[in-house]
């Protein structure tokens, strides 16, 4: 049975086991399955997907609905989390909350789970207001949406900053068998509030994995929202991260992307701008090798007027990788005075890596400073010859030239035991040892 039909054929009884009284989630869940039985998973035909092929991650026979947690220990994913600092911490294993090594609070500050929030009074009116209004309706979304059971909610309240980072951890372990997880993020920040989140997807195991997240953002007038995520899982691993994020009036709102492992990974990650004195960014760094394939696909929506948006998306390709960069600005008729920038460089470190690059400027305004470009080049090789002139080997050499290729934008990482996690990463995918205090 293919894997579509498995999960339609599956739909009925997940949702009369999670869903409960709930009837407004009942015809939410309803819609969203017939929705997807209609459009299905995206194919190449798609020209948003016509560099980026689903067909070998569907293939799996995937186990669609683990009944309990596995237990697992903290010294078992200490590694994967920003320990160095103090976090509130919401720790999923395969798509199941697990209390034991989680730790929140309640403050003006709630971080609890989409299940309480999709169940309890308290929330309803958030979840009225913001839950799938959002996320555009798409096989994947629609997907998710049907079988949302867990995730992240968070609400940062009016005029308050969240006093430390929000860590959302989601592990796979698939002992027995392939596992596909549908997490669904909701993270609402109110007026004059701030908050800084970290997200992982990471698989325990060597069985396939699959994850079909969706997250949706609303960040209310003069709301910061600082978003880092990492994304280096093994292998056998797959990753499609649909992320949305809504921005009110005088709003800041950043997202981080280090996409350096796992078998295929695609990132939507769109931004709507409903207000003027908006502020949007978008970075992000692709170190990939073998037959590792990684697509960027963006959208920076200018509704409003004297708004900006910056996206620099930096990418290093070896061996057989692929990396795929589809990057669209639309700037309305409305939208004067807008500033917005799109970069897109590479490089290819083997004759065989292949970089798609596309990136896209729609413009119905007449009074703005828009502009987008694409390098794809290789290392410098007079750079190279200088560093090796000057006694450093030749791997090293390569290593430092990559490193600074992607230093800019791991300057904007405003945590700083991010920056100095993630600059370990990338030295050890670059395999060398740069030689300095990271």
Known sequence: MELKEKLVSSFLAFEEEYTGANDDLHKIRNQAIKDFETMGFPSRKEEDYKYTSLKSILKEDYSLFPKKENAIEYKDIKKYLIHEI???????????????????????????????????????PVIDNYFNKLAPKNGLNSLNTAFTKEGAFIHIHKNTMADKPIQIINFSTGNESSILVQPRNLIVVDENSHCQIIERHQSLTEHPVLTNSVTEIFADKRAIVDYYKIQNDKLS?????????EQQSESFCSVHTFSLGGKLTRNNLNFYQRGERIDSTMKGVTIIEGKQHVDHNTLVHHIEPNCESHQDYKGIFDEKSVGVFNGKVVVEKEAQQTNAYQSNNNVLLDDKATINSKPQLEIFADDVKCSHGCTIGQLDEEALFYLQSRGIPKKEASGLLMYAFANNVL????????????NKLIAHKLGVELGFNL
Do not use: Q, W
Not at 97 to 121: E, P
């Open 411 to 422: 300057e904007s990482v405003k945590i700083p035991e991010i920056k100095k996690r993630i």
């Open 237 to 245: 691993a797959s990753l499609i991260d649909n992320t949305y994020i």
């Open 86 to 124: 103090d976090t509130y911490d919401l720790v999923f294993i395969d798509g199941i909350y697990s209390s034991h090594l989680s730790s929140t609070t309640h403050d003006k500050i709630d971080v609890c789970l989409m299940s309480s929030a999709l169940n309890k009074d308290l929330y309803k």
